[in-house]
């Protein structure tokens, strides 16, 4: 059974960083391309970061480049995301995704639970 | 950037009737599409992807069309499970900058 959970979510002042962690199981974490998605209190859901199966590519929504890192350790089965100089918009739940259907990213079959990061002084 | 739109943002409708729900790309997307239905408090679900294609273990009142531009979902006989909100999501361009619908909330009338 394919699961995702994060973890590392929590309080932080405006300006402040966080590591979101994603552990993976129930797959081969290294053949398929990981994603971060966001989503807001009562808002939408929002596209933050793709990273390829190597780390060779990485891809990030504007609102958190030269801010926000995706990184992966496949040995650990395990997604991360390096969040620095966090701002009150960048509060929501953070969720780790995949599809397990194809290599390439695309839609997502797979989610985890989410992790909550409010940014507040 | 794909700004994708979705219509309406609340539809009412009654169990067991039909609902429509609508999804525009600013852009051709092909079928490079998905629907996911989300739940307070939990995470979303995928329904539909490529446009058409009901995922695992969705039921069939579930389906999904369109290509290109204009994209819609529909749940047929509406169960009192379905009403949630829908959002759909293109995968089409390269580099993979994905985009979200802002969400259809499907409500009981």
């Known amino acids: 059974e394919v699961q995702l959970v994060e973890s590392g979510g929590g309080l932080v002042q405006p300006g402040g960083s966080l590591r979101l962690s994603c552990a993976a199981s129930?797959?081969?974490?290294?053949?398929?391309?990981m994603t971060w998605v966001r989503q807001a209190p009562g808002r939408g859901l929002e596209w933050v970061a793709n990273?390829?199966?190597?780390?060779?590519?990485?891809y990030y929504v504007d609102s958190v480049k030269g801010r926000f890192t995706i990184s992966r350790d496949n040995a650990k089965n395990s997604l991360y995301l390096e969040m620095n100089s966090l701002t009150v918009e960048d509060t929501a739940v953070y969720y780790c995704a995949t599809s397990v259907d194809t290599a390439m990213v695309t839609y997502f079959d797979y989610w985890g639970q989410g992790t909550l990061v409010t940014v507040s002084s | 950037e794909i700004v994708m739109t979705q219509s309406p943002a609340t539809l009412s409708v009654s169990p067991g009737e039909r609902a429509t729900l609508s999804c525009r790309a600013s852009q051709s997307v092909s079928s490079n599409l998905a629907w996911y239905q989300q739940k307070p408090g939990q995470a979303p679900r995928l329904l539909i992807y490529?446009?058409?294609t009901r995922a695992t273990g969705i039921p069939a009142r579930f389906s999904g069309s369109g290509s290109g531009t204009d994209f819609t979902l529909s749940i047929s006989s509406l169960q009192s499970e379905d009403f949630a909100v829908y959002y759909c999501q293109q995968y089409n361009n390269w580099p993979p900058a994905w985009s979200f619908g802002q969400g259809t909330k499907l409500e009981i009338k």
């Open positions: 490529d446009a058409s």
């Open positions: 990273i390829e199966q190597d780390e060779r590519e990485k």
């Open positions: 129930g797959f081969t974490f290294s053949d398929y391309w």
